[in-house]
Nanobody, 124 residues
Framework: QVQLVESGGGLVQAGDSLKLSCTAS????????MGWFRQAPGKEREFVAT????????YYTDSVKGRFTISRDNAKNTVCLQMNSLKPEDTAVYYC?????????????????WGQGTQVTVSS
């Protein structure tokens, strides 16, 4: 499995931006699609964004389309989530995950390595 460590969370105001980063170590990062998920208090963990192993395909949940951008750098074993125009409803713990497949997927069952999460809080 790959080990994942997220960073970049914090407390911001509505309309601000944050960039989350996830650094991977272990098995080959470049063979795995990567995803970002989030879990708000009292809610189930949900899909946010995913990127294929080559970076050529990305998908987003509807609520973040046009505001969030997922990217990866296979040379640096990192995947990032640029979050713009943040809203209070974006408040959650954000998790980075590595898929067992190279194809981007919103399905949580495709992911077998998870980071510890980073808190994002957006105040109104």
């Amino acid at each position: 499995q790959v080990q994942l460590v997220e960073s970049g969370g914090g407390l911001v105001q509505a309309g601000d931006s944050l960039k989350l980063s996830c650094t991977a170590s272990g098995r080959s990062f470049s063979s795995s699609a990567m995803g970002w998920f989030r879990q708000a208090p009292g809610k189930e963990r949900e899909f946010v964004a995913t990127i294929s192993r080559s970076g050529s395909s990305t998908y987003y949940t509807d609520s973040v389309k046009g505001r969030f951008t997922i990217s990866r750098d296979n040379a640096k074993n990192t995947v990032c989530l640029q979050m713009n125009s943040l809203k209070p409803e974006d408040t959650a713990v954000y998790y980075c995950a590595a898929s067992i497949y190279g194809t981007a997927s919103y399905y949580q069952g495709s992911y077998n390595s998870w980071g510890q999460g980073t808190q994002v809080t957006v105040s109104s």
